[in-house]
Antibody, heavy 123, light 107 residues
Framework: EVQLVQSGAEVKKPGESLKISCKGSGYSFSNFWIGWVRQMPGKGLEWMGIIYPGDSDTRYSPSFKGQVTISADKSISTAYLQWRSLEASDTAMYYC????????????????WGQGTLVTVSS | DIQMTQSPSSVSASVGDRVTITCRASQGISSWLAWYQQRPGKAPKLLIYAASSLQSGVPSRFSGSGSGTDFTLTISSLQPEDFATYYCQQGNSFPRTFGQGTKLEIK
């Protein structure tokens, strides 16, 4: 069974750094793109970026480039989302999810999702 | 960026009704479109990919159609568990983008 298990909720102050994680199991972690999606309170889904753990090729949305860092450690099947300096506007639920591959084709859609990590930034 | 616009933003319907949700892309995306369902407090769930392919395990009352710029998600006979928010997402170009969501509520 494919599983993506995310790290627990975080409460941080503005200016603090943070790294949240997403551990994959039940599939070949290195060979599937994995991405991050933001959902601010009461709002819709925002595509942040993706990484291919096999070679760490990374694509960012311009809205998030320079604001966060996406990384992965294929040796422990874990992807990360990192902030150097949090702002109150980073308060949101963050989901990791892996790309779909079906019938020898892979697509830029997310078929398995983590449970979400709630990040709260408040002074 | 490609803008994805869903309509309506919300819809009220009854169990057994047929419901259609529309997603329009700001430029052509061929068939590179997916639909997701999100229930309150839960992660999104992939329903449809490549515009019309049903994801494994998803009930056949869900169907998708369209290509180019205009797409639809149809639920043929609403069940109580279908009341949720639905999102489209384009997979044609970077950055991938989601629609703003359509909330399906019980009438």
């Amino acid at each position: 069974e494919v599983q993506l298990v995310q790290s627990g909720a975080e409460v941080k102050k503005p200016g603090e750094s943070l790294k949240i994680s997403c551990k994959g199991s039940g599939y070949s972690f290195s060979n599937f793109w994995i991405g991050w999606v933001r959902q601010m309170p009461g709002k819709g889904l925002e595509w942040m970026g993706i990484i291919y753990p096999g070679d760490s090729d990374t694509r960012y949305s311009p809205s998030f480039k320079g604001q966060v860092t996406i990384s992965a450690d294929k040796s422990i099947s874990t992807a990360y989302l990192q902030w150097r300096s949090l702002e109150a506007s980073d308060t949101a639920m963050y989901y990791c999810a892996k790309h779909l591959c079906s019938d020898n084709s892979c697509y830029s859609y997310f078929d398995n999702w983590g449970q979400g990590t709630l990040v709260t930034v408040s002074s | 960026d490609i803008q994805m616009t869903q309509s309506p933003s919300s819809v009220s319907a009854s169990v057994g009704d047929r419901v259609t949700i529309t997603c329009r892309a700001s430029q052509g995306i061929s068939s590179w479109l997916a639909w997701y369902q999100q229930r309150p407090g839960k992660a999104p769930k992939l329903l449809i990919y490549a515009a019309s392919s049903l994801q494994s395990g998803v009930p056949s009352r869900f169907s998708g159609s369209g290509s180019g710029t205009d797409f639809t998600l149809t639920i043929s006979s609403l069940q109580p568990e279908d009341f949720a928010t639905y999102y489209c997402q384009q997979g044609n170009s970077f950055p991938r983008t989601f629609g703003q969501g359509t909330k399906l509520e019980i009438k």
